[in-house]
């Protein structure tokens, strides 16, 4: 299984990355512009937050299929090994086509139906992005969309993975986990939310009360 985090935060990342084992950083146009730094200088530093063997996701912005491969050219040529995500319009069918071509792996994103999910896989997508929480948010079902895309693939492009984007609960992440997905990539309110449980922390402090009673200290 992969985990990552979908930021741009290099603090946060680094923060994380000491706790989380992660698998790298998801970016996207939205999260890049909150951050109000420029790409090029952001991606250099979340590489080197997210270590050597750390995996790294940045998406182009052109419409056409041509200006979709020279921008990936680019961010191949910033950061090589990155993780190209297109967006999954007819055009970017017919980049991700010419990208597998030569060599640069990319990410089929803004994925809404698993048939839209397939058709990435199938023009060569490494990964391909359902977003589950946006497809619920439009009255539809996140979770049975990645569970068809999920299937598909396994029949029909077993050499790409589902990478599941766009959560807002921890369980909304568990199901597609459940669901056989080998990637999930986590906004970070979700993320700290795996970890955030007042009753662990009430459990631990239970645990130091009962032995500084017993022993006079709280080390063994």
């Known amino acids: ?15 994380l990355a000491r706790i989380f084992p992660l698998s790298g950083v998801t970016t996207n146009p939205s999260i890049v512009a909150a951050g109000k730094e420029v790409i090029w200088d952001v991606l250099p530093r979340l590489q080197k937050a997210v270590g050597p063997q750390g995996k790294l996701f940045a998406q182009v912005m052109s419409r056409d299929a041509d200006g979709m491969v020279k921008e990936a050219q680019r961010l191949e040529n910033t950061i090589p090994g990155i993780v190209v995500k297109i967006p999954v319009t007819p055009e970017g ?27 990435a896989a199938l023009a060569g997508a490494e990964y391909v992005a359902p977003y589950v929480n946006r497809v619920d948010a439009q009255g539809g079902d996140g979770i049975r969309m990645v569970q068809e895309l999920q299937s598909l693939l ?3 492009a077993p050499a790409s993975k589902v990478l599941a984007a766009s959560f807002k609960t921890p369980r909304q ?46 080390n063994l």
């Not at 985990?3 to 946060?12: K, S």
């Open 173 to 218: 992440a568990l199901d597609c986990l459940l669901a056989g997905c080998e990637a999930i990539t986590l906004p970070l309110d979700v993320a700290q939310q795996f970890l955030a449980a007042p009753a662990v922390e009430a459990a631990v402090v239970k645990f130091e009360q009962d032995w500084q009673n017993a022993f006079g200290s709280t």
């Open 1 to 15: 299984m992969e985990l990552y985090l979908d930021t741009a935060n290099v603090a946060e990342v680094e923060r």
């Open 154 to 156: 396994e029949l029909h």
């Open 93 to 119: 069918l017919a980049a991700i086509k010419q990208l597998k071509k030569i060599g640069i792996p990319t990410l089929g994103t803004a994925v809404y139906s698993a048939a839209q999910g397939l058709l």
